[in-house]
């Protein structure tokens, strides 16, 4: 686990697209995951993956595996929780 956790407005996430060399983010449940080491292992590829890269993933995510338990796959790729876009950053 990353030692403290980030907190991402949706402007920011956005930026986090997996696209011009930087990773990909994406928001699940409220939290914050670094998808880009997960990128090569994902089952259904790297292209169905990033379609959830720089935005809120739980449609798409829901849409296609609702069972799958991602908090458990992805705690080491969780670094931060999504706030709204005006909270104070301290
Ligand atoms: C399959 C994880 C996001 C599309 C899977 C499987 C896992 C997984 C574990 C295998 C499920 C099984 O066989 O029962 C994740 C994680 C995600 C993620 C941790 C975190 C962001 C997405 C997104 C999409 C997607 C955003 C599409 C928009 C698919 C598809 C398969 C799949 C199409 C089926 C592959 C197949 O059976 O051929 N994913 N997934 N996934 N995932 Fe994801």
């Known amino acids: 686990d990353a030692p403290y956790l980030l907190r991402v407005t949706p402007s920011q ?13 994406t928001a699940l449940g409220g939290m914050v995951y670094n998808i880009t080491p997960y990128v090569p ?7 169905e993956l990033l379609r959830c890269a720089g935005k809120d993933g739980n449609k798409l995510f829901n849409e296609v595996h609702s069972w799958v338990n991602y908090d458990n796959m992805l705690s080491a ?4 929780i999504m706030v709204e876009e005006n ?3 301290v």
């Open 41 to 47: 292992f994902h089952p259904g590829g790297k292209g």
């Open 87 to 89: 909270a104070s950053t």
């Open 13 to 25: 996430l956005k930026q986090m697209n997996g696209r011009k060399g930087r990773d990909a983010w």
């Open 77 to 80: 790729c969780r670094i931060g």
